[in-house]
Nanobody
């Protein structure tokens, strides 16, 4: 499984960005798509996740992004998105996508994409 994330950039406070993560390879056993982020000098934290089943998927979010970020997926394109609105300087981080494979149990990480929010 390979993941390629893109869409990061520089944005002003209050602005929006949409990140994309294209997933390729053996995707049949993937049951969850996630976004994480790592700010400079800090640990990598969970941002949002969405299950792979059904037409919509169950979602969950970190408290810090609830109401501002939306995770979604396009099964036909094997792509997961993170729409980020009302961005704040504290959202500045490298954002990583991760997929969780059910069997054999394994997580795959993509290379990160940098989001910088200027004040």
């Amino acid at each position: 499984v390979q993941l390629q994330a893109f869409g990061g950039g520089l944005v002003q406070t209050g602005g929006s960005l949409r990140l994309s993560c294209a997933v390729s390879g053996s995707t049949a056993s993937i049951n969850r798509f996630n976004w994480y982020r790592q700010a400079p000098g800090k640990q990598r934290d969970f941002v949002a996740g969405i299950s792979s089943g059904g037409s919509g998927g169950r979602t969950n979010y970190a408290d810090s992004v609830k109401g501002r970020f939306t995770i979604s997926r396009d099964n036909a394109k094997n792509t997961v998105y993170l729409q980020m609105n009302s961005l704040k300087p504290e959202d500045t981080a490298v954002y990583y996508c991760r997929v969780d494979q059910l069997w054999p149990a394994k997580n795959y990480w993509g290379h990160g994409t940098l989001v910088t929010v200027s004040s």
